[in-house]
């Protein structure tokens, strides 16, 4: 007569758990890979369970890529079709860590292999919670070891810095957003923004600044928002402009981002009537 199995203690049952979700090792985890991947049964009793693991969420923007890896299996169970290793690698190397947290949307999310909808969607719903109750002006980022120390430009004159320019040629750029610049009159506001980014060097996100980051941001949310909603077709309003620009003033761009985005619609429209 077979023998019943011995019940599995709660502990093991998380390291089954943590086993499964692939915990991220992190500096700012008590964490330690014991090989194996830490799971199964065999797992040490020492090994902790993930929902052990506290990060500081008052301090989001020095979190690792390690440790926002963490916070989102904590947040919500990956799906069984998810590849864990390849969301590691995507954001291990990209660096998708606490300072990008800003820059997370469904399209990066779905990028670094969160293929999920549900999923993706609930990770974004705490993700604006949190930025919500820890607004980004309320962090501050540490300067990293070995890092260039730049005291003066941080601030308040983040918004004015000249973000690196992407390495990818314009034309390029422009065909794989799918904007076609003759066809400008049926651009949704998303596609104006798209362009906008393209022409102002803003399309690489990833090289920069998280301030600047975090103002284009609020650049876009307003652009899109009901109030201005610029599309395409509110362009010739924004061209004949040229003294108030109200448009772009209502956006908050700066003198000298309204004077080049300007020129560039002015342009863009003399070139494709």
């Not at 023998?3 to 500096?27: E, F, H, R, T």
């Not at 004015?160 to 904007?179: G, I, M, N, R, Y």
Request: glycine share 6%; hydrophobic share 35%; charged share 25%.
């Amino acid at each position: 007569k077979k023998v019943a199995d011995a019940p599995v203690s709660n502990s093991a049952l998380n390291a089954q758990i943590d086993g499964k979700m692939g915990i991220a090792p992190s500096g700012k985890t008590n964490y330690k890979d014991v090989g194996g991947g830490g799971g199964g049964y065999g797992a040490s009793s020492n090994t902790p369970s993930i929902y052990s693991i506290t990060l500081d969420e008052n301090d989001w923007i020095n979190w690792s890529a390690a440790d926002l890896l963490v916070w989102f299996q904590q947040k919500k169970k990956f799906p069984d079709e998810l590849s864990l290793k390849s969301i590691e690698h995507e954001m291990q190397t990209k660096t998708i860590s606490g300072e990008k947290m800003t820059q997370l949307s469904q399209s990066t999310m779905l990028s670094y292999g969160f293929t999920d909808y549900n999923h993706r969607t609930k990770l974004m719903e705490h993700i604006k919670a949190l930025l919500e109750q820890h607004p980004p002006g309320t962090q501050t980022l540490k300067i990293k070891p070995n890092a260039p120390s730049n005291n003066s430009n941080v601030g308040a004159k983040a918004e004015e810095k000249q973000e690196p320019k992407t390495s990818v040629d314009e034309a390029q750029l422009l065909q794989s957003a799918k904007l076609n610049e003759s066809q400008w009159k049926t651009w949704s506001a998303d596609q104006v923004w798209a362009w906008i980014c393209i022409k102002q060097g803003w399309a690489d996100k990833e090289s920069m600044e998280y301030l600047f980051v975090h103002k284009l941001n609020e650049y876009e949310a307003k652009l899109t928002s009901a109030d201005v909603n610029l599309s395409g077709s509110k362009l010739k309003e924004v061209q004949q402009d040229i003294k108030t620009q109200t448009l772009l003033k209502a956006i908050g761009f700066t003198f000298s981002q309204r004077k080049q985005i300007y020129k560039d619609i002015d342009s863009l429209l003399k070139h494709n009537p």
